[in-house]
Structures are given as C-alpha cells and as structure tokens.
C-alpha cells in the first residue's frame, strides 16, 4: 500500500514534467502542492471532515499553490502565466483522477487512503510560517 501512495505521490511530476522538474527535489513546493491534491480527494471522498479544518486546510493548500505558481514560473521563465496555469491544471487533473483510481480500487479503509487522510489533518493543522 506503501508504494501505491509513493507511486500516486510521483505520478503526476512524471506525467507532466519536463527533464528540469524531474531533476527538482522530491519534497519541494510542488510535491507538497500535490499531496495537498491527493489527500484532499481522500479527505472528501473517505472522511468527515468538519467545516473548521476545511477551512484550515484550504488556507494552507491556498498559500502552498501560490508559492507553487511562482516556483514554476522561475523554473520555466519561457512559459507565459497561461501556459503555467494550463500545465498546473492539468497535473491537477491527473493527480485528482489518479488519487480517486486509487481509493476506488482499494477503498477507503485501507492503510493507504487512511493515510492520506491522517495527511491531511496534518496539512491542515499545520501551521504555515510558524
């Protein structure tokens, strides 16, 4: 189960990226922005969360994705703020479809989702800058 959230985690720097993106760090803002994706599907789809720590976490998933937008722009400053916006969305697509392939095929008990899940309470308790 391990290597399904691994392997989810990946997915999508590997369907959209480019040879400079693949060279990136594992854990920069954009893998962090795509966690965000993926265990918000898992949150949505698998757990009740309430109003407070969704507020919280869309705040935190907010200040993450901006900071990802402007890491993508100094990474592909041949790109116009379309094209980023277009590519973002994309890989957000991706990482959303792939995340709900993966609770549908395991369900939402499983070890994994239930990870991602604990991932997001983390991710919306945490707390940004502090």
């Known amino acids: 189960m391990k290597y399904q959230i691994a ?4 997915f999508g720097l590997c369907a959209t ?3 400079q993106r693949i ?3 594992s854990m920069d803002i954009v893998s962090i922005a795509n966690q965000f994706i993926v265990s918000g599907v898992a949150a949505k789809k698998c757990s009740l969360i309430d ?3 969704e507020q919280a ?3 935190n998933f907010l200040a993450v994705s901006i900071r990802k937008i402007q890491v993508l722009k100094e990474r592909n400053p041949q790109l116009t703020d379309d094209q980023i916006a277009e590519q973002d969305k994309e890989s957000t697509e991706q990482y959303r479809a792939r995340a709900e392939q993966v609770i549908s095929q395991y369900g939402c008990q499983s070890p994994a989702v239930q990870e991602l899940i604990q991932r997001y ?6 707390k940004i800058g502090g």
């Open 7 to 10: 392997l989810l985690l990946s």
């Open 17 to 19: 990226a480019n040879a």
């Open 23 to 25: 060279a990136q760090p």
């Open 51 to 53: 109003a407070a720590t």
């Open 57 to 59: 976490f869309r705040t």
């Open 121 to 126: 309470k983390a991710q919306a308790a945490w």
